[in-house]
């Protein structure tokens, strides 16, 4: 339900400030929530790093950066690379861009469909 609105690494980039998020309350708080359980059974601190892996920090609700990156460097999907590379993401989801909501709801997204 989220991954096929937000996962759009060119037509991402062109979503305007204000524009109506795509997914309702009730669907955040569920996402939330598994993702929770999710993040509960997995270790807080990740001891090794195995390569090929990606790795993104800081993302400050920067949707668009986001999908610039996955534009340029392939989005974690089934056509994309997910088989070949694990995804790190750092700290600084969101605060101080204009999408946090969206940044934040890909991420839950893409962790429940990829949990490892």
């Not at 997995?42 to 892996?53: A, E, S, W």
């Not at 790795?55 to 974690?76: E, V």
């Not at 694990?86 to 861009?97: S, T």
Request: net charge neutral.
């Amino acid at each position: 339900m989220f991954l096929k609105p937000l996962l759009k690494p060119k037509e991402g980039q062109e979503i305007k400030p204000g524009a109506e998020f795509p997914c309702k309350r009730e669907h955040i708080i569920e996402l939330a929530n598994e993702c929770a359980q999710i993040f509960a059974a997995q270790p807080i601190v990740i001891k090794d790093i195995r390569p090929p892996t990606k790795i993104i920090g800081d993302l400050h609700g920067q949707y668009i950066d986001l999908m610039r990156f996955f534009d340029i460097w392939k989005a974690p999907t089934e056509n994309g690379d997910i088989h070949a590379y694990d995804y790190l993401f750092l700290g600084n989801y969101v605060d101080k861009g204009q999408y946090s909501l969206e940044v934040i709801c890909l991420l839950f997204a893409l962790k429940l469909k990829y949990p490892k």
